[in-house]
């Protein structure tokens, strides 16, 4: 690595994205295969970040039960009944091990709109409508003004 793309430890955030119970769990409805046996060391990474007090930000998808949120791909699932990350239900939260209290729960009306929710001293949880966390959010604007030059 060069100078210009070695980790500055110093001025880092995390960012997790879709760590949701419904794309995580073992026998899931849209389970993403091999990120349960990777949670451990997600969780070892955010240990770190609290530690040293970087900013941690947990990227979240919210699939409304009429579709009208919904990527192309799953909208007819999500049309014909299947609740997939489905706004204050267990499969939409945050895999407990991951979060910085186990009882915290989402809080989708703020996340929806496009707050983020904040979990913990400098870890926040941010809805994005589409696949890319920067698409449509404030994501990028947050990074640079809130946690300065990361």
Request: aromatic share 8%; net charge negative.
């Amino acid at each position: 690595m060069n100078k210009y793309t070695l980790p500055k430890q110093s001025s880092s955030a995390l960012i997790s994205i879709d760590v949701q119970n419904d794309f995580t769990l073992i026998g899931a409805p849209m389970e993403i295969r091999g990120t349960h046996e990777k949670v451990l060391q997600m969780l070892q990474l955010l240990t770190a970040f609290r530690a040293a007090e970087r900013p941690i930000i947990h990227v979240i998808r919210l699939y409304l039960p009429d579709g009208s949120n919904v990527d192309a791909c799953r909208k007819e699932m999500i049309e014909n009944g299947m609740a997939i990350a489905a706004p204050s239900t267990t499969g939409a939260e945050l895999v407990d091990e991951l979060k910085p209290d186990k009882l915290i729960r989402l809080t989708p009306e703020g996340l929806l709109q496009g707050e983020f929710q904040l979990l913990g001293k400098q870890e926040w949880a941010m809805y994005k409508p589409r696949w890319d966390a920067f698409y449509q959010t404030t994501l990028e604007s947050r990074l640079h003004c809130s946690f300065g030059n990361l």
